[in-house]
């Protein structure tokens, strides 16, 4: 385990949030996973149940790992719980106004030494950072979804955060069985910077007529050899999360090559997040996935 950490404290019980108490909780840690919404916080540990379950039945784990891992995550509603932690993740919403207000909240709260970081995908670090008392304190710390399963964690380290908080940020994810790529703090990091135009790039492709949902992500498996298609791993990432890294991106950088795709506003504007909502480029409510154009 990381030096000095034992808590992690855990901010958001969303997918994310309860992919990084899985496997924080597995790596020996203690977990306090926070939300305001009790029915997140129940959908969550079922989720790290499920999922440690998994991981029992394909040998990755034994019986007594699952039952010592689910042990060590308390969930709760009170924020001042947190007061415990060594390090806490927030992994809220992508949205810069709820990270600011939950670190008013939370900060007052936490002792001098606490870590704090975040799990966002494209805001800036050193902008978050600023919101916050402990802006030396504070980076960057971006696990890829599912957690579980992806091996990579991006570190992206604020214009002031000091090397101890950095080294033991590296510490801590490397103890959690993750590669770190070093990132510098840019709209959207390594991975999404790539990641995101490629997508986006795809649903112009469909908005244009070039080709359907099913020939787009057929010819991107098979052709590119990617494990999933575009359109589909945009609905498992949720489209809401697509637009607001584009838009990121795009305010950011100020390029117009990163423009969101009209196609992809009109269907967050619809509603139509991806999996999480039933439907996005695919529709979820039947046995199998059917391409919504």
Not at 16 to 23: E, K
Request: proline share 4%; with cysteine; glycine share 8%.
């Amino acid at each position: 385990m990381a030096d000095e950490i034992r808590t992690v404290g855990v901010v958001g019980a969303g997918q994310m949030g309860a992919g990084i108490a899985h496997v924080c909780a597995l790596a020996g840690y203690n977990v306090i996973l926070y939300d305001i919404a009790e029915d997140r916080l129940k959908a969550a540990l079922a989720t790290v149940e499920g999922n440690l379950a998994r991981q029992v039945s394909s040998g990755k784990i034994d019986d007594e790992e699952r039952k010592r891992s689910l042990s060590r995550i308390t969930a709760t509603r009170g924020l001042e719980k947190l007061a415990a932690a060594d390090l806490v993740v927030e992994s809220a919403t992508e949205d810069e106004t709820v990270k600011r207000k939950i670190y008013a909240e939370l900060c007052p709260i936490l002792d001098p030494e606490t870590l704090l970081a975040t799990n966002t995908s494209s805001i800036s670090i050193t902008r978050l950072a600023s919101a916050t008392d402990r802006p030396e304190r504070f980076m960057g710390i971006h696990f890829m979804n599912p957690v579980p399963v992806m091996e990579l964690v991006e570190l992206v380290r604020g214009i002031a955060t000091e090397d101890s908080t950095f080294s033991k940020a590296k510490v801590f994810v490397a103890s959690l069985g993750k590669t770190i790529a070093v990132a510098e703090d840019f709209p959207a990091f390594m991975v999404n910077r790539i990641l995101m135009p490629m997508i986006n790039e795809a649903i112009y492709t469909l908005y244009e007529g070039v080709g359907t949902v099913d020939a787009i992500d057929t010819a991107m498996r098979l052709g590119a050899h990617h494990p999933m298609g575009p359109l589909q791993l945009a609905d498992f990432v949720g489209l809401d999360t697509c637009l607001s890294i584009m838009q990121m991106l795009y305010e950011g950088l100020a390029d117009s090559k990163y423009r969101p795709c009209p196609l992809l506003v009109k269907y967050v504007e619809a509603g139509w997040l991806g999996r999480k909502t039933g439907r996005g480029f695919y529709d979820y409510r039947g046995d199998t996935p059917v391409p919504t154009r």
